[in-house]
Nanobody, 120 residues
Framework: QVQLVESGGGLVQPGGSLRLSCAAS????????MNWYRQAPGKERELVAV????????NYADSVKGRFTISRDDAKNTMYLQMNSLKPEDTAVYFC?????????????WGQGTQVTVSS
């Protein structure tokens, strides 16, 4: 059974930090590119950060560049998102996403999300 389980969300003051984790099981984690998305109330889901299979390349949305760091530990089947200098506009539900671009189809899995609230 495929599972992606996010953890580490919570309430933090502006300027604070949080570290999100995404624990994967039921598929070959190392073969998948991994992404973090977020969705704020009343807004569309947006891509926050991506990391390739093997971790050789990462990319970030402009809104989080320089503040967030995505990483992965294939030995632990886990992906992370270190979030520093948090702002109220970072408040959202954060989702992890796994993607394998095979042929003829792409396989994708989603977690259930973890709430991050940035407020004083």
């Amino acid at each position: 059974q495929v599972q992606l389980v996010e953890s580490g969300g919570g309430l933090v003051q502006p300027g604070g930090s949080l570290r999100l984790s995404c624990a994967a099981s039921g598929f070959t984690f190392s073969r998948y590119a991994m992404n973090w998305y977020r969705q704020a109330p009343g807004k569309e889901r947006e891509l926050v950060a991506v990391i390739t299979s093997g971790g050789s390349s990462t990319n970030y949305a402009d809104s989080v560049k320089g503040r967030f760091t995505i990483s992965r530990d294939d030995a632990k089947n886990t992906m992370y998102l270190q979030m520093n200098s948090l702002k109220p506009e970072d408040t959202a539900v954060y989702f992890c996403n796994a993607v394998y671009s095979g042929w003829p189809a792409t396989t994708t899995y989603w977690g259930q999300g973890t709430q991050v609230t940035v407020s004083s």
